[in-house]
């Protein structure tokens, strides 16, 4: 099919469901897609594809897939220190040996780090049990901070996940613990060896931590990443032109994406978009493993 079909579309590459941090389930989170008048959606869930196929069997008519996830990367950050990255990956090959054998290693890091956040805030006398609250959630699920933080909605320590972010789990705060993530040139050798695409998610989101610079962007450009996420709620207007100055440079495909946690987060599905140019561009960039789905098969060619 092709891409030029896709113009005047409303198009969201970056969302979350209930199988990683998100509250919709795959399911719920296609009927709000729908009920948005979106046309495309990318299912971005944190180190992991399990969502992918409740998610496809949900589509309605007139809404597409775009079957993604977001990875934990660890990545220079052009100073001489490291940093925490996101890369959102789309359309890359689930069954991919070292992807399924990493994704899983992550989890399992997700899942022991949050319990060490958890039990640092019980020995300060929060009301948390960190082994209720691994105990509650699905094995080998994608644990990650905004479950602790709802643990500590529902105890009434917080009134809200935003306010638990900003006192307690903020990644400057005294009760975040690191994880071992992938190192980003990995993962984008990883997602390209499996098919897929590379973008880099909320590069400038300045207030959440530490950030890279644009020589690390340049690097990883070089090393393959397609694109880089320019439109998204946590970058300033200031941080929207840096990146769309960067992405003209390198040649980068620039995305705009809402970053949908369901409640977790205010933000509403489709608030940021990304052209039909830009998917189409994406897409181009893939080899064909996992198609997107448009009602039919849209290949890559
Ligand atoms: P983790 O993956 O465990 O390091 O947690 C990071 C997750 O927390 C990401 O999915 C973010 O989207 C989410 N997050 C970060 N800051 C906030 C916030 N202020 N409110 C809600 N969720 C947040
Ligand atoms: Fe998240
Ligand atoms: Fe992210
Ligand atoms: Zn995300």
């Known amino acids: 099919m092709p891409c030029s079909t896709l113009d005047g579309m409303v198009i969201d ?14 399911t719920e989170l296609i ?13 971005t869930d944190h180190d992991t594809t399990a969502g992918w196929a409740e998610a496809a069997a949900a ?21 001489g220190g490291v940093v925490t990255v996101h890369l959102l990956a789309y359309l890359f090959d689930p069954d991919a040996p070292v992807i399924v054998a990493e994704q899983s290693r992550l989890r399992a890091e997700r899942r022991e780090r949050l319990h060490k956040m958890a ?10 049990d960190a082994d209720d609250l691994l105990a509650s959630l699905p094995a080998d699920s994608p644990a990650g901070r905004p479950h602790l933080a709802m643990a500590l909605v529902q105890a009434g320590v917080v009134e809200s996940v935003d306010e638990a972010f900003r006192v307690f789990l903020n990644s400057r705060g005294r009760f975040m613990v690191s994880r071992r993530d992938t190192p980003v040139h990995t993962a984008i ?7 897929g695409v590379t973008v880099l998610a909320h590069a400038f989101a300045r ?5 890279l ?20 709620p946590d970058h300033t207007p200031s941080a929207r032109a840096e990146l769309a100055e960067l992405a003209g440079d390198l040649r980068l495909v620039k995305t705009g994406s809402s970053d949908y946690h369901g ?7 489709g608030q940021e978009s990304t052209s039909p140019e830009a998917l189409a561009e994406l897409v181009a960039r893939t080899s064909g493993v996992v198609p997107v789905l448009h009602g039919k098969v849209m290949s890559s060619g």
């Open 189 to 195: 050798q990883m997602i390209a060896d499996a098919g």
């Open 263 to 269: 409640t977790n987060k205010t933000i509403r599905i």
């Open 207 to 211: 207030h959440r931590g530490p950030t």
């Open 213 to 232: 610079t644009a020589d690390v962007i340049k690097e990883l450009a070089a090393a393959g990443l397609s694109g880089l996420e320019v439109d998204h």
């Open 31 to 43: 009927t709000t897609a729908a009920e948005s008048g979106l046309s495309v959606v990318a299912l």
């Open 119 to 128: 039990k640092r805030m019980a020995a300060d006398g929060y009301p948390v």
């Open 13 to 26: 590459l970056h969302t979350h469901s209930s199988v990683s941090d998100g509250t919709d389930t795959p």
């Open 59 to 79: 589509l309605p008519d007139g809404l597409s897939l775009v079957r993604g996830a977001e990875l934990s990367c660890e990545s220079p950050n052009g100073l």
